[in-house]
T-cell receptor
Framework: GENVGLHLPTLSVQEGDNSIINCAYSNSASDYFIWYKQESGKGPQFIID?????DKRQGQRVTVLLNKTVKHLSLQIAATQPGDSAVYFC????????????FGSGTKLNVKP | EPEVTQTPSHQVTQMGQEVILRCVPI?????FYWYRQILGQKVEFLVSFYNNEISEKSEIFDDQFSVERPDGSNFTLKIRSTKLEDSAMYFC?????????????FGEGSRLTVL
């Protein structure tokens, strides 16, 4: 599959601080990216997506940044809460081919109270 | 809120046995998927299914695997002769037609343990 990977396997942050989770990809043809959150014992849950014609997209307390030059995307979580503790995956696919996503290795986010 | 449901939540089987994992996708979704996650590793694509046929499959999805939509609600993954390395969490997912987004709705998974 395509090489979609994460820099940091574990990230610990203090409650209330901002979190930044990073992801690198190697396929320059990748056009569409999604961040998923996976809580313990559950399936992945969609957080936010971004297409390659954008470099930033904001949601509720989350922002995804895409840097196509260096094939890097990040997920920023503002005012991190204990409920944000989970494993976060980036996933990519060619645009409009939603049949198959390649997931990265995952980063575990620990939020300390 | 509609959700994808999977059964069983956990299955233990002997190597060489056949296993069927079942999924009920969200009712108005028409794209269905199976992914798997070996413990501590990343989520891996297995197969996608639309209009009663496989749309895409990965190299993992070999002849030992098959999928079926036997009726209007169930979507199944069959492993004919399980191997030790098939031990993993298997996730079913579905997505809506024309949503213009890749948002997949995942079930909570079926854990398969092959002994």
């Amino acid at each position: 599959g395509e090489n979609v990977g994460l820099h940091l396997p574990t990230l610990s942050v203090q409650e209330g601080d901002n979190s930044i989770i990073n992801c690198a990809y190697s396929n320059s043809a990748s056009d569409y990216f999604i961040w998923y959150k996976q809580e313990s014992g559950k399936g992945p849950q969609f957080i936010i997506d971004i297409r390659s014609n954008m470099d930033k997209r904001q949601g509720q307390r989350v922002t995804v940044l895409l840097n196509k030059t260096v094939k890097h995307l990040s997920l920023q979580i503002a005012a991190t809460q204990p409920g944000d503790s989970a494993v976060y995956f980036c996933a990519e696919s060619p645009l409009y081919n939603f049949n198959k996503f390649y997931f990265g290795s995952g980063t575990k986010l620990n939020v300390k109270p | 809120e509609p959700e994808v449901t999977q059964t069983p939540s956990h299955q233990v089987t002997q190597m060489g046995q056949e296993v069927i994992l079942r999924c009920v996708p969200i009712s108005n979704h028409l794209y269905f998927y199976w992914y798997r996650q070996i413990l501590g590793q990343k989520v891996e694509f297995l197969v996608s299914f639309y209009n009663n046929e496989i749309s895409e499959k990965s190299e993992i999805f070999d002849d030992q695997f098959s999928v079926e939509r036997p009726d209007g609600s169930n979507f199944t993954l069959k492993i004919r002769s399980t191997k030790l390395e098939d031990s993993a969490m298997y996730f079913c997912a579905s997505s809506a037609v024309g949503a213009n987004t890749g948002e997949l709705f995942f079930g909570e998974g079926s854990r398969l343990t092959v002994l």
